[in-house]
């Protein structure tokens, strides 16, 4: 048996699908989606038998696929994107492999030139950030599978609410010496559905922004995190930059 949570964010044209391969693949899965936004995503959710979570301020996809993750009841948690973009073959795969946490080394179909450039300057500065990270391949697939044990010693340390919140959760893993296993395969970028591309400027800054405060987590300046002058700024640069 096994949980999937799915951080939704105006998804109303690419996650029924997505359910529909979960339910056909999966057995009995409990499905969570958390959105957030203002389309039909709700409407369109309440069509299958899932949980439904509708945000009443906006999280980020870090802050949302935490809440998702506290309504979990299975030992295996699969978090997914909402367009599901990996093959069956692909997800069979992860739900057989045994680890503490399961990533995707992607071998992206359709991204853009620009973006590939970008996720391998983004790979660089985190593992120049976080040198103990330096075997991973890939931080930003959305699709993983966690062990719900393992999550429960870690989940205090999930600081982040943004996009670099993968970073997060495979970093909590890797610190304490939880079996992380990355698997190869096919996935697929739908370049028009993607809220990234589209203000693109604006999410390398808050993910940059989002790596130095998980750096200073993890520093003996971690108290500043938490004074009224950062949580000011800190509220100051999300209504600025959050896509």
């Known amino acids: 048996m096994i949980s999937v949570v799915i951080p939704a ?7 029924p699908k997505a359910i529909e391969r979960l339910l056909s693949t999966l057995q009995n899965p409990q499905i969570i989606v958390v959105f957030e936004g203002n389309d039909r995503t709700p409407e369109v959710v309440k069509k ?4 439904l979570l509708i945000n009443s301020k906006r999280l980020g996809k870090g802050g949302s696929i935490k809440r998702g993750l506290e309504m979990v009841k299975y030992d295996k948690i699969l978090i997914t994107d909402a367009d599901l973009p990996i093959p069956d073959e692909l997800l069979k795969r992860i739900m ?3 680890a503490d946490l399961v990533i995707i080394k992607r071998r992206v179909v359709g991204l853009p030139l620009l973006r590939k450039v970008l996720s391998n300057g983004f790979k660089f500065l985190v593992k120049l950030m976080f040198p103990s990270l330096i075997t991973i391949h890939d931080f930003q697939s959305g699709i993983k599978l966690i062990k719900k044990d393992k999550l429960e010693n870690v989940f205090n340390e999930l600081v982040l609410n943004d996009l670099v919140f993968d970073v997060n959760l495979i970093y909590a893993f890797k610190r304490r010496g939880y079996k992380i296993k990355e ?7 739908d370049e ?3 809220k990234i591309s589209k203000k693109l400027i604006k999410i390398i800054l ?4 989002s790596l130095v405060k998980l750096r200073i987590y993890y520093s003996p300046f971690k108290r500043i995190l938490y004074t009224k002058t950062f949580l000011k700024i800190q509220g100051f640069i999300l209504s600025k930059l959050r896509y």
């Not at 299958?48 to 949980?51: D, L, P, Q, R």
């Not at 808050?206 to 922004?209: K, N, P």
């Open 9 to 15: 964010y105006n998804e109303e044209s690419r996650l």
């Open 48 to 51: 299958f038998n899932v949980t």
């Open 96 to 98: 057989n492999c045994d």
């Open 183 to 189: 698997l190869e395969g096919i996935y697929f970028h």
């Open 192 to 194: 028009s559905g993607s």
């Open 206 to 209: 808050l993910m940059f922004l």
